[in-house]
């Protein structure tokens, strides 16, 4: 045992020599995870359907670490099956895999649209089911790499008015596992990040509504919402060694919301 414990180190956290994807990777919660991936070491490929991604760039060349922009709308299956292909050209391989990209639509369910309901699961669910089989497929031939999923406080709650959102992240958590029990032999780690309220262009709508953000904030015992840098630390453990052993679990990160 002495001789194991011996063996560790703060190296395990290091991302030195590794390449990652990370679809919506160019604002947000998305950015923020390149960023964290390119301060531990790793290469970023960048995937987002808008070409606003200059802050990207430069957070991450300011980090010593190359970064590649495609851009891409994940509803477009063909796009969606280059990505991994496109990162073995640029980069000769893939090891970490961050499937952030997402769309919420809210309305009342007796007024919901069926082309909502499509159009959220598409970006949420099919593209995050393909993109990570192309993923797995190379992995498996290093024998080794990390996909991680986002998650959230909706796949353990229904929530009101995004029933494809709540639907799409159940299902998001479904497939974390369902990838871990298949991939672990092949030394590849499947978890998921549930974040809680984090402030973002996607919950602008519900901070701007003074009932709604106030009730939201009496639940949280940190008493704030979070901020996309409170998401850094733990999508760097989930892509470094440190997590080996770490397989098919979905991680909250709410400032306690959950266990209120």
């Given at each position: 045992m002495s001789n194991e414990l011996n063996t560790f180190s703060l190296d395990f956290f290091s991302l030195k020599g590794k390449v990652a994807i990370v679809t919506g990777g160019n604002k947000g919660l998305g950015q923020a995870y390149a960023v964290?991936?390119?301060?531990?070491?790793?290469?970023?490929?960048?995937?987002?359907?808008?070409?606003?991604?200059?802050?990207?760039?430069?957070?991450?060349?300011?980090?010593?670490?190359?970064?590649?922009?495609?851009?891409a709308d994940l509803s477009d299956r063909t796009k969606v099956k280059q990505i991994v292909s496109e990162c073995i050209k640029e980069f000769g391989r893939i090891d970490i895999l961050v499937n952030n990209a997402g769309v919420i639509r809210r309305a009342p369910l007796l007024e919901y649209k069926e082309e909502d309901w499509d159009d959220v699961m598409e970006i949420n669910l099919n593209s995050l089911?393909?993109?990570?089989?192309?993923?797995?497929?190379?992995?498996?031939?290093?024998?080794?790499?990390?996909?991680?999923n986002i998650a959230s406080m909706l796949s353990f709650q229904g929530g009101k008015f995004v029933p494809p959102y709540t639907a799409s992240k159940h299902a998001v958590a479904g497939l974390t596992k369902a990838f871990a029990n298949e991939l672990a032999e092949h030394n590849i780690q499947i978890n998921a990040i549930a974040p809680g309220y984090i402030a973002t262009d996607n919950t602008a709508p519900i901070r701007a509504d003074e009932k709604r953000n106030g009730e939201i904030l009496s639940r949280i015992p940190t008493g704030r919402w979070a901020s996309p840098a409170d998401?850094?630390?733990?999508?760097?453990?989930?892509?470094?060694?440190?997590?080996?052993?770490?397989?098919?679990?979905?991680?909250?990160?709410?400032?306690?919301?959950?266990?209120?």
């Amino acid at each position: 045992m002495s001789n194991e414990l011996n063996t560790f180190s703060l190296d395990f956290f290091s991302l030195k020599g590794k390449v990652a994807i990370v679809t919506g990777g160019n604002k947000g919660l998305g950015q923020a995870y390149a960023v964290a991936l390119a301060k531990a070491g790793a290469d970023l490929f960048i995937v987002a359907r808008s070409g606003d991604w200059l802050e990207s760039k430069k957070l991450i060349e300011e980090s010593g670490q190359r970064v590649v922009f495609f851009q891409a709308d994940l509803s477009d299956r063909t796009k969606v099956k280059q990505i991994v292909s496109e990162c073995i050209k640029e980069f000769g391989r893939i090891d970490i895999l961050v499937n952030n990209a997402g769309v919420i639509r809210r309305a009342p369910l007796l007024e919901y649209k069926e082309e909502d309901w499509d159009d959220v699961m598409e970006i949420n669910l099919n593209s995050l089911y393909l993109l990570s089989q192309e993923a797995a497929k190379r992995m498996v031939k290093q024998k080794s790499g990390k996909i991680i999923n986002i998650a959230s406080m909706l796949s353990f709650q229904g929530g009101k008015f995004v029933p494809p959102y709540t639907a799409s992240k159940h299902a998001v958590a479904g497939l974390t596992k369902a990838f871990a029990n298949e991939l672990a032999e092949h030394n590849i780690q499947i978890n998921a990040i549930a974040p809680g309220y984090i402030a973002t262009d996607n919950t602008a709508p519900i901070r701007a509504d003074e009932k709604r953000n106030g009730e939201i904030l009496s639940r949280i015992p940190t008493g704030r919402w979070a901020s996309p840098a409170d998401l850094m630390g733990v999508v760097v453990f989930l892509a470094c060694e440190a997590s080996n052993y770490m397989n098919g679990h979905v991680l909250t990160v709410d400032g306690g919301w959950l266990a209120r």
